[in-house]
Each structure stands twice: as C-alpha cells, then as structure tokens.
C-alpha cells in the first residue's frame, strides 16, 4: 500500500480540515516544527485505515480537539496493487464509514458501514481486536513498515497466521509447498473444531457434545446404580424383615402356647385354692367346735373346782368376820378408857398455864417499876445538865457575833490599810522643818479630819510626812499648803481611803472598835462554846434514847402509868409483892418448862387415842370386808352353780359324747384338708404372675411381630415398586449409548489429536525449514548495518521467531538487541524494515513510514542512511515525518500540511 | 412316553453395549426366537416345555418385556411351561421378576417354582424343580432334588429340572452352584435338565444330564448355541433320548480381510457375505480388517467392506490394519511434498518413542529422504523435541497406541489425497 493523501477535520489542533498531500512515490519528508501534528496526522490516518467507524475508546478520544466534543473525520486516500481507493470515517459522533474506488476518474463510493471498514480490512491484510482500538500488530504490513515516533526499536511478532507468516517466509525465502500448507490448514482447522489452540475442549465441538452427552449418561447411569444399590439395600432389609418376622412368629407360637398352658394351670390352681380355702374354713370350723366343746368341758371342770373352792372360801370369810366382830369390840372398849382420861391432862395443863402467866405479869410488873425509877432519876440529871447549857448559851449571846472568817477579813483590811498607808508614805511629800526656835505645827494631813499639833525643837529637823498634801499651819509663822502633783500618789491616797473606809464599815459591822478587839471577843466566844460542847455532851447520856429532855420526861412520865396500871391489874398480892425478882424469874423459868412438858403428856395421849380410833376404823373395815367376802362368796358359790347347771344342759347327750364327735368331725377336715394341698402343684402362688407375665410378654411380642410385619411389607412395597422400574434394561439401554458416546468421543479426540498433531509436525518442519534459511537474511541485514554505520566487524543474528537476537561476531557472543543503545537499535530495525519492505515491494507498492525515527543517530550516519533510502526510492514509497527539516534539505518531496478551504 | 422341549438361558433384556443403540435388534430377536421354540413344542406335542433358568437376564428387566414373555406362553394353553429362576433371574423375593404382576396372573398353563417342588406331571411321572434364590452359591443345587426325589415312588418317572455349572474339573468357579457330574443318578432321576453354560452339552451322567445352551447365541464365540433339547422319556429307568432342535433368529458371523493377500481376501469376503446376503437382515457379521496398506487401498477396501455390512442387521468393522506407502509412492511425496515426508518420519519416531512402542514396527525411514536442496536434511525429534511438541496441545504421548499412529497416517494422507485434488 502507498498513500495519495490524508484529510482532517477535527482532529487534534485541527478543528478545521486539513489536507496531507498527495504523497510522491519514493521519498516524501513531512518537515515541521514540534506539536505542528505531524504525527496526529498519521496517527489518524490509522485509525482510519485499521480501526471500525464505530470504535470508541481513547485513543480516538485522544484524537478530538482538545476541550470540544467534535467528532474526529478522517479520509485517506491510497493504492495496493489492486487499485485506488478513498476511506472516509467519522468517529464517535454519528460515526460513518464510506469506501470509495477512483474510477473513471472520481471516486465511486462502493460500500459503506461496516462493508466499508471490512473492504479496506481485505485490501490491507489487517485484523481487529477482541475489543477496542486496534494496535501496529493488527495493521498488516504496515505494523511493521511504519517506526512510530517514541517507538522506532518496538517490532511486532510475526505469529500472526496472515501477515507474520507471509513476512517470515518472505524474509527467510521459504517457498512454502501450497499442498502442504492447504494440508496444514485443514488439519488446523479440524484440530480447531475439536480443541482449543491451548489444547482445551472446544464447546460446541464433536468432541466437547460427545463429552457431554457422556457425562450426562454417566449421571443418568451412576443414579440408575444407585436406586439399583437401594434395591439391594431394601432387598436385603426385606430379607432380614421376613427373616425376623419369622423367627417372631415362632417365638410367639411358642410363647403363646406357654401362655395359654400357664393360664390353665393358675385357672387350676385357683380352683384348687378357692377348694382348699372352703376345706381349711372347714377345718376351721371343726376345729373350733372341737375347742369349744373341749373348752366347755374345761370349764366345767375348773367352775366345779371352784364351787370347791369358793365354798371353802365362804367358810372362812365367816370366821374372819367374826373375829373382826370380836376385835372392834375390844377397840371400842380401850377408846373409851382413854377418852375418859383426857379431861385430867388437859386440867393440868390449864392450871400450870395460868400459873406461868401470873408469874410473867408479876415480873413484868417489877420490871415497869423498875424501869420507872430510872427513868425519874434520868430526868433529874437531864433537867441539871440543860440548866448549864442554857447559862453558857447566854454568855456566848452576849459577845459580838463574830467568826474566825469575820475576823480575818478585819485582819485582812486593816493590813491593807497599813500596806497602803505605808507605800503613800513612801510616794509621799517629806518637810524638813528645822526651826531657828522651838515652835508648834498644826499638820493638817489630807488624811486627817482634825489637824494635829507637832512640836518643832530648834535647830533640829522634823520631817514630816505626807502623801499627797500637807496642811502646816506654824505657829507664828503661818499656814503652809503644800500640795503634791503626783498621780500615782493621788491614787494611793485614794486607795488608803477606800481601804480605811471599808475597815470602818467591818468594823462597825461587829460593833467593835478595832481589829484587836475583835480579836478578843472572838476568843472569849471560843471559850464559852466549849464549856457549852461539854455540857451538851454530858445532857447526851442522860437523854439515852430520847431527843430531849422533854422525850425523856414523857417517856419516865409513861413508864410510871404502865407500872401503875398493871398493879391495877395484877393486883400482886402481898406475898407477891414480897417476893424478890429473883424468885418470880426462878418460878417464871420453872414454868415455862412445865407448860411444854404438859403440852407434850397431851399430845402423846391424843396420838395414842387416835391410834385406837384407827385401829377400830379397821376393825370396822375389817369387819365390812369379812362380811362383804362372806356375801361374795355366796354369790359366787350361786354363780358357778347356775354356769354348772347352763354347761350340763348344754350338752343332752353329755359332754364326753359330744367331744368325741367334734374329735372326729376335725380329723375328716383336716384329711381333706391335706389331700387338697397335695394336688395343688409347688409354686401354685405364683403361677398368676408368671401367666401375667406370659401374657405381657405374649403382647410385647405382637407389637414387634406387628411392626416387623410393617417393615417387611413397607419393604415389600418398595421392592416391587422398584422391581417394576425395568432398572436393568434402562440401565442397559444407557450402556449402551455409553459405549456409542464412548466410541464417539475416542474418535473424535484420536481425530482430533491426529489433526493436532499432524498440523504441529508440519509446522515444526516448517520452522525448521526456515531456521535452515536466517543465514542468508542475516547476512543481508548485516551488509545494511554495515552499509549505514560502516563497522563491518559484527553480524547481525535472528531468532527463530525472526526476531533480532543481536549484534556480535558469532551467535554465541552476541550482545542482545535489548542491551544495544537506542540509536543502534533504531538502525537495526530501520535495516530490517528495509528489507521487509524491499521483500512486501516484489508483489504490490509499500509504504515505509520513519516517524522521527533518526534523532539519535549521528549526521555521518544519517547521511549514509539517506543514501540507502534514496537507493530504495525508486521502489518504495518512503515518508520522513522530522522536527529537523535542516537535515533533510535538498532530500525527496517536501509535504505541508495545508488547509483546505470549506 | 413322557416328552418335553428342554430350554436355559433365555437371557431376555440381555445387553449387547458393543453394538450401541442396536442391541435393541438383538434383544428383540429373543423373542421371536421364544415364540419359535413354543411352536416347535406344539409341533413336537411336548407334555411340558422346561425353561431351566436364566429366562432373564436379570430380575431388573423392563415389565414390557416380561408381560411379552408371558404372552409368548399365553399363546399356548395347551402347554405346560414350567420356569425355574437361575442365577441371572433368582428368586429374591417381591423385587424379583417372577412376582411382577404378569407372573402373579400369568396364565395356568405357567408354573413358576419359585420355591424346591414337586409337581405330578401325570401318569406316574413327576418333576422335581430346584430354584435358585441368589446370584452366587457353593452348593450344589441338585442336592435338593434328591431329598425331593427320596419322597417320591421309586418307580416313578423323575425328572430334575435346576441350574448351576457343572462341576468338571478346572471349568467351572466354585460358586457357580456346582451340579455334581452324577447328579442325575445320585438323586435317581431319569433326566436332570439343567442350564447355564451357553453351549449345548449332552451325555453327561449316562445322557440324563443335559445343558441345552442358550437357544439364542450371543457372541461370535457361541458355536454351539442356538437349540432346545427335545426329550422323550419311555418309562422310569429308562435313558432319555435328547435330540438339539435349532430355534435361533440370529446367526453370528465373523469374517475376516487381510491385506497381506488382499484379492484372496476380497474374493472370499465377498462370497462369504453374497452367501450370507439372504439372511443379512437375520445376520450379525463382523469383518475385522488386517494387515497394512496404502492409504487408498485402505480406504477402498474400507468404504467397499462398509458398503456390504449395510444390509446387515448388525455389521460391525473392526479395523486393525496398518497405512504404509508404498517404495514409489514414498518416494514421489519426497520429491513433491518433502515437508510432508518428513513429518511421516516424525510419525515413525513418535510411534517408537511412544512407550511400549519401542518394538513397533517403524515405518520406512524417510529421514534419508531426497529433500529439495534449500531443506536440509531433518534430525530425527528427540524426546524433549517431542514433549515440547505435545505440551501446548496437551496431548498425552502415553496415550498414544498404534491404533492411533495409524488413525494419524490415514488422517495425513486422506486429507493429502483431499486437499492435493
């Protein structure tokens, strides 16, 4: 492909049209200066040419004027060996795509849409993506031929089936057998059908539908064995089920059987025991007629023994109360005795009574008497005593009433006032007199009511005294006042004052004159109470017991009225009166021990008249009882009679007959008695608890039997239903399209695997072919290099993938095309373009596009590189897009971007 | 004279995966061939028509199938059949197929011994059945026909029907319900008709024991299948006379083409089945392919042989043959496709390195091939070469059989043939 010309209408800095071109054959430099969108322009022209008209994405965002939402429309007009045409796109708004052919000379649109961006797909060689703009790997050709600004060292693979391959068998001149590569390509594309390129199952492929319809008979299989296992599980549950519902019914047939026999022996046993109850009560019954009668006959006995017995009793319960009789009698004798000789001991104790209570009132009479006497004499002593007192009391009355407190306060007052009177002397005024002649002084003392009068001796000093003032009235001379002016003096004047005047006060509070006469009467007051405290405690004695002496004459005054009332009623004879205290308190004494002994001779009778009156009680008692014993025992004797007679008329045919009877009567019952326990078999007792037992266990075994019975048949049930599915000829029928997939899926992976496997075998060949053919490429590419930087020491080696391994003298040592500088890189892959292009030339006209592509290579070898392009001009049309139009003067066909008027 | 059709090994729902969906014939074949037999019973006025096991292929058979079986004896009241369960079809109670309910109303003329009886067949002559109630057993299921026998008037004419393999040394796994070789005898029976082993075999226990063989083959191996016994039994003590009355529908075949002497093959092949042509529709033939060849006689003779098995109920091809290029034919693709000889050779080294394929029979070598003067002679692929070859299309080199290695050739040169025209 070579292009005629490119037209843009907002594209980059390009918001009104602009027209590339036309683009010479041969050598065409695009010369201006930076962001003037030289490579906008191409980049544009790209995405006309390779991209669908409905691409979004950025990259054609990126292609839109910058801040507007204008929709980039592109046309491209260019040639393949097939003709001429004219793409036109717009994208992202409205996008449109219009293919044109120049015939006849205009363009003839011929298909639109995607019919249009499929044509120039076709006519370029070019692929699309999965998504997305496309990239230099989808362009054809051109991917490789066109060194991208910032990109000149970046070369696609050549795995792609239509381009790289046709570009590595053009390079490495491997004419590919067109047999063999139409076989390849058959057996890719059935290899395809069945496996992925990563050796996957294709969905949808015969491989993938026979994996599948196996796997779903595999599942419809592996459900069917398992119901079929069910079966045999139920199968053999049923089995198990009948096995034990079996073994039940055995048991219960058996255990029935036990049952029903235990049943038949408690139902006989029972009967036996209900017999030999009815036997053992009649038993019973004989045996208590036999004990009655034999008890009947023991009474008779034991009631005739005790006729005997009571008679002989009644005998002697009437001599008993005769002598009880005789007894009381003799009682009542002795009581009478003693009652008769009471009257005397208590006579006697009367008399020696009365005779203690005479002497008790004469010695109390002499006792009053003498109690009197002194009591009078008391008085006497009493009365003297209080006179005394009464004569001290009235000395003390009449001495001032003062106290030993009173007297110190005077004490006290006076000290002061001798205290203060001394200290204002000592504050005081002193005068020295001393007169040329005797004279008199009249001192009139501030303390002084009257002046007082001191003689003046001459010629001698007389200093007088005085506290604060002092009065001198000298005679013939005159008065002298002399006064003081101090403070301190003044108030001790003034306390001197106070103090004399409260002494006063004391003083004549007492009434005394001074301090030492209170002295003096306090003492004589001292002495008088003391007289006074002695005769006070000489009265105490005679008072005794009496508060006062009044107490004491009323007490002697009571005690003469006692004395004299009881003469009055004693009235002491004279030989009373004669007797001496003494003897009345001998005769007192005496009597007082003859009245208890009296007492006592009393009592003792008493006790010994109260015991005869017990024994007579009981005598009395005694002869109840005899008496009572007597008429008891006759009516006993009457009772045992009657009984005797009721026990003999009981019996006609007499008693001995009558036991002999009951006798026999009890040993029939007590035969059949025996003879019925001996048919009740052993254990008979427990015979209704075992047929209980029996039964319970009998029912327990028909609730399993019943529920084994549901298991077998739930089984039974389940088995048929399963039995009827026609599990194994379901299971057959999927067998057998297990194995027709199974079949189908081996051929279809064998036929798979041999196309793989026939196709990779080929291509391996083919690579290898190829591999047998880099020598020459690479010798062509190193006479290039060589040509362009004029080293011809190193070679140029490729891979196998006809990718640049790297420069070196041999492939072993070679530096790798990633470690070369970017300069050389960029040469190298100029080279290798050159020669894919030279190669692409052969069939149609290529365009080889160098985007800036030479910047880092020095002049020298720009100059040889210019050479080489100018060579190839003549068959390729080669386009130089440069910032640096100075180093590509005089070169080829200068191209401008040029606005196209609207 | 007491006279009965013996029959076994029915095998009704029988499965035959190797054929796929077309099993369905063969079953369906079975029944025609049951019907036959009751005809020939009716044909031959038989007293009773003894089936001795395994009328079933297995208790899990579909109710159509036993229903049309039931009918196929409804047909003929006037016979007594008598069924006894084999080991394919026990008796195991309400899941096997003797209590679906075309069994629990079959008509009276079928009788099911679903437990060891005894059953009066009429003038003085009894039959004594011994089922089977499991698939595997070590004992001897005619034991039960003799304590059945014990029983019965000595002079009574017995005879034993049960199933089991019997007893002959190193022929038969022990719990395959061993039938002792005097079996018949030892219980005092006239005739013991048993079943199990597919092939007919009489003469056992002085002619009173006898194996009738499936009446309907199975395999190709079968040679001696196909047939019911006709018994006739004079009098108790008397030996039975037993005759083989073929009742099959279906005859197994199995040819063979070999390449080695192909036009031998061909001639034959071609007789044989024009012979068989009549009864294709009744035939199941098998043509097995050997030898090697070049790709188009391969496929010549393929399409020719596939061709001629169309007719065929069932036709089966089993191709075991081997593509080889002929010294001319070698040669001619060295020189025009060199490329492609060498990826035949790759084939050879494959199929050596391929393990357990270090004898096979390589091909001819074409790593000395004349290769166009820009090709330089290939090496032959080494392991590594090959695993790296294998690895993306994850194909597994152990896996790989010269069955496939043929495949592959074929594969190669067929589509050769197609794209080169």
Not at chain 2, 297 to 306: F, K, M, N, T, Y
Request: charged share 25%.
């Amino acid at each position: 492909m070579i292009l005629h010309a490119i037209e843009l209408t907002g594209v980059g800095r390009f918001r009104e049209t602009v027209r590339v071109g036309p683009f010479a054959c041969g050598l065409n430099i695009l010369a201006a200066p930076n962001e003037a969108g030289k490579t906008t322009t191409l980049r544009a022209a790209a995405r006309a040419l390779f991209d669908k008209h409905t691409t979004k994405g950025e990259e054609l965002k990126s292609l839109q004027p910058a801040g507007t939402d204008l929709a980039p429309r592109i046309a491209v007009e260019f040639e393949t060996g097939a003709g001429r045409y004219r793409i036109e796109k717009t994208f992202l708004q409205s996008p449109r795509s219009l293919f044109k052919v120049w015939q006849s000379g205009a363009w003839q649109p011929v298909a639109e849409a995607d019919a249009a961006d499929q044509r120039v797909q076709d006519l370029l060689h070019t692929s699309l993506p999965g998504r997305g703009a496309t990239r230099p790997e989808h362009w054809g050709f051109l991917g490789f031929l066109w060194a991208r600004q910032g990109e000149p060292a970046a070369w696609p693979g050549l795995d792609d089936a239509a381009v790289g391959q046709r570009i590595r068998a053009r390079l490495a001149r491997v004419e590919l057998d067109p047999v063999i590569e139409r076989l390849r390509g058959r057996l890719g594309e059935a290899a395809e059908a069945l496996f992925t390129s990563t050796g996957q199952v294709r969905v949808g492929g015969a491989l993938r539908q026979a994996e599948d319809d196996l796997a779903g008979i595999e599942t419809a299989l592996a459900a069917l064995r398992q119901t079929r296992t069910d079966l045999e599980t139920v199968a053999q549950r049923h089995r198990q089920a009948e096995a034990d519902v079996a073994q039940r019914e055995r048991e219960h047939a058996e255990r029935e059987l036990a049952a029903v026999t235990l049943r038949d022996q408690a139902s006989a046993a029972e009967r036996l025991r209900g017999e030999l109850t009815a036997r053992q009560q009649a038993l019973g019954a004989a045996q208590e007629k036999l004990g009655a009668v034999a008890a009947d006959e023991a009474t008779l006995t034991k009631r005739q023994a005790a006729v005997t017995a009571t008679q002989a009793a009644l005998a002697a319960a009437e001599v008993a109360a005769q002598a009880a009789e005789q007894r009381l009698a003799q009682l009542r004798t002795r009581l009478d005795e003693l009652q008769a000789a009471r009257p005397e001991y208590e006579s006697r104790l009367h008399a020696l009574r009365a005779e203690l209570q005479r002497s008790q009132a004469l010695l109390k009479l002499r006792q009053f008497a003498v109690m009197a006497d002194a009591l009078a004499r008391q008085v006497g002593k009493a009365e003297a005593a209080a006179a005394e007192i009464a004569v001290l009391e009235a000395k003390r009355n009449q001495l001032p009433a003062l106290t030993p407190p009173k007297l110190r306060k005077l004490e006290e007052l006076a000290e002061s006032e001798r205290t203060l009177r001394a200290r204002l002397q000592a504050l005081g005024l002193t005068v020295e007199l001393t007169p040329e002649r005797e004279a008199r002084v009249a001192v009139r003392d501030g303390g002084l009511p009257e002046p007082r009068w001191q003689a003046l001796p001459a010629g001698e000093i007389t200093r007088l005294h005085s506290p604060q003032a002092l009065d001198l009235t000298i005679e013939g001379w005159g008065s002298i006042a002399i006064r003081s002016g101090a403070l301190e003096a003044r108030n001790a004047a003034s306390e001197l004052d106070e103090a004399g005047r409260m002494l006063r006060e004391a003083l004549q509070e007492t009434g005394l004159a001074s301090v030492d006469a209170a002295r003096e009467a306090l003492a004589a007051r001292r002495e008088i109470e003391a007289l006074l405290k002695a005769a006070q405690s000489a009265l105490g004695p005679y008072l005794g017991e009496h508060a006062t002496i009044e107490a004491l004459r009323a007490a002697a005054a009571g005690a003469a009225r006692r004395s004299d009332s009881l003469v009055t009623t004693v009235q002491p004879t004279g030989e009373e009166q004669a007797l001496g205290l003494t003897e009345i308190e001998a005769a007192e004494a005496r009597l007082t021990e003859a009245v208890p002994a009296a007492e006592k001779a009393l009592k003792d009778f008493d006790r010994q008249l109260d015991l005869l009156r017990t024994d007579e009680r009981g005598a009395v008692k005694a002869g109840q009882e005899a008496a009572q014993a007597v008429g008891e025992q006759r009516a006993g004797l009457r009772t045992l009679e009657t009984q005797i007679a009721d026990l003999v008329a009981r019996y006609p045919e007499g008693l001995a007959a009558a036991k002999t009877a009951a006798q026999l009567v009890f040993v029939q019952a007590e035969a059949r008695v025996a003879a019925t326990k001996a048919d009740l078999p052993p254990d008979f007792e427990k015979l209704p608890e075992r047929s209980k037992r029996a039964a319970a266990a009998l029912q327990q075994l028909v609730d399993e039997l019943r529920a084994l019975r549901t298991q077998r048949d739930q089984a039974k049930g389940t088995l048929e239903t399963l039995g009827g599915q026609g599990l194994y000829s379901r299971e057959t029928e999927l067998e057998e399209r297990k194995a027709e997939a199974v079949l189908r899926r081996d051929a279809a992976r064998t036929r798979g695997w041999c196309a793989r496997l026939a196709h990779d075998l080929i291509e391996h060949r083919k690579q290898a072919a190829t591999r047998a053919a880099l020598a020459p490429l690479e010798q062509r590419l190193t006479a290039a290099l060589s040509e362009i930087t004029g080293d011809t020491t190193r070679q140029v080696f490729l891979d196998e993938a006809l990718q640049i391994a790297g420069l070196g003298r041999t492939r072993e040592e070679l530096y790798a095309f990633e470690s070369l500088s970017q300069g050389t890189k960029e040469q190298l892959l100029l080279c290798l373009r050159i020669a894919v292009a030279q190669e692409l030339a052969a069939d149609e006209p290529q365009l080889l596009i160098l985007d800036d592509v030479l910047v880092n290579t020095d002049p020298v070898r720009q100059e040889r590189i210019l050479d080489v392009l100018t060579g190839l001009s003549s068959r390729l049309q080669i386009l130089i897009l440069t910032c640096h139009p100075d180093r590509y003067r005089g070169v080829g066909q200068a191209i401008a971007l040029q606005p196209v008027a609207p | 004279m007491y006279r009965l059709i013996h029959s076994a090994d029915w095998q009704m729902g029988a499965r035959f995966a190797q054929f796929g969906a077309r099993g369905g014939r063969l079953r369906e074949a079975r029944l025609v061939t049951l019907r036959r037999a009751l005809a020939l019973a009716r044909d031959h006025a038989a007293d009773a028509f003894l089936i001795a096991g395994d009328l079933f292929e297995d208790n899990q058979v579909d109710d159509s199938l036993v229903a049309a079986v039931v009918d196929c004896f409804r047909a003929h009241p006037e016979l007594r059949v008598f069924l006894l369960p084999g080991n394919h079809d026990p008796y195991t109670g309400p899941d096997c197929v003797w209590q679906r309910r075309a069994f629990l109303a079959a008509p009276a003329n079928v009788h099911v011994f679903r437990e060891a009886g005894v059953v009066e067949l009429g003038d003085g002559a009894f039959l004594l059945a011994s089922p089977l109630h499991q698939k595997l057993s070590t004992t001897d299921p005619s034991l039960k026909l003799a304590e059945l026998a014990a029983g019965l008037p000595a002079d009574a004419l017995k005879i034993g029907l049960t199933h089991g393999a019997l007893a002959i040394e190193a022929k038969h796994q022990p719990n395959d319900f061993p039938i002792a070789l005097d079996a018949a005898s030892r219980a005092g029976l006239d005739y013991l008709a048993i079943g199990h082993w597919h092939n007919w075999l009489a003469d056992m226990d002085g002619g009173r024991i006898v194996m009738p063989g499936t009446p309907e083959p199975d395999r190709f191996a079968n040679d001696a299948s196909g047939n019911v016994a006709l018994v006739e039994l004079d009098a108790h003590g008397r030996p039975p006379r037993v005759r083989a009355l073929p009742v099959s529908t279906l005859a197994w075949r199995s040819l063979a083409f070999d390449f080695l002497s192909a036009e031998a093959s061909r001639a034959g092949l071609a007789a044989t089945m024009a012979e068989l042509a009549p009864a294709a529709e009744r035939t199941v033939l098998r043509v097995t392919l050997a030898g090697t060849a070049s790709p188009a006689a391969l496929v010549e003779v393929r399409s020719w042989v596939e061709a001629a098995l169309a007719p065929f109920l069932v036709g089966q091809l089993v191709d075991r043959t081997r593509v080889a290029l002929g010294p001319i034919e070698l040669a001619d693709l060295r020189s025009r496709h060199p490329i492609l000889a060498q990826v035949l050779a790759d084939i050879d080294r494959l199929e050596i390195l391929a393990p357990g394929q270090l004898s096979a029979q390589a091909a001819p070598a074409s790593a000395d091939a004349t290769l166009p003067e820009n090709v330089p002679a290939p090496s032959s692929l080494t392991l590594a070469e090959v695993q790296a070859l294998l690895a993306p299309s994850k194909i597994d080199l152990t896996r790989l059989d010269p069955e496939f290695f043929g495949q592959l050739r074929r594969l190669l040169l067929q589509t050769l043939q197609e794209v080169a025209s």
